[in-house]
Nanobody, 115 residues
Framework: VQLAESGGGLVQPGSSLRLSCAASGFTFGSYDMSWLRQAPGKGPEWVST????????YYADSVKGRFTVSRDNAKNTLYLEMNSLKSEDTAVYYC?????????WGHGTQVTVSS
């Protein structure tokens, strides 16, 4: 199983970014996928989950209305569209999936929101 995030960067408050996670080594469309983030000096924070077919999405209150998770099962890719970014969104963002009995993570992509 491999998960590879991309799309992070340094942006100003109020800007947008789109993160991608390329998945390989498993049947992508058979598993729910999640985004988590870890800010400096803090523990991991769940951000969003999307069901295997993409029909159900879930968000942390802190990002609801600003972030949108989606997936393209034909391309084995997970996305996170982030709008109206705030300084508190600064973190390393990870994609994640649980395939019993292992929780898999990517290497992460840094998002920095600063003026």
């Amino acid at each position: 199983v491999q998960l590879a995030e991309s799309g992070g960067g340094l942006v100003q408050p109020g800007s947008s970014l789109r993160l991608s996670c390329a998945a390989s080594g498993f049947t992508f469309g058979s598993y729910d996928m999640s985004w988590l983030r870890q800010a400096p000096g803090k523990g991991p924070e769940w951000v969003s989950t999307i069901s295997r077919g993409g029909g159900n999405t879930y968000y942390a209150d802190s990002v609801k209305g600003r972030f949108t998770v989606s997936r393209d099962n034909a391309k084995n890719t997970l996305y996170l569209e982030m709008n109206s970014l705030k300084s508190e969104d600064t973190a390393v963002y990870y994609c994640n999936t649980y395939i019993w009995p292992t929780n898999y993570w990517g290497h992460g992509t840094q998002v920095t929101v600063s003026s």
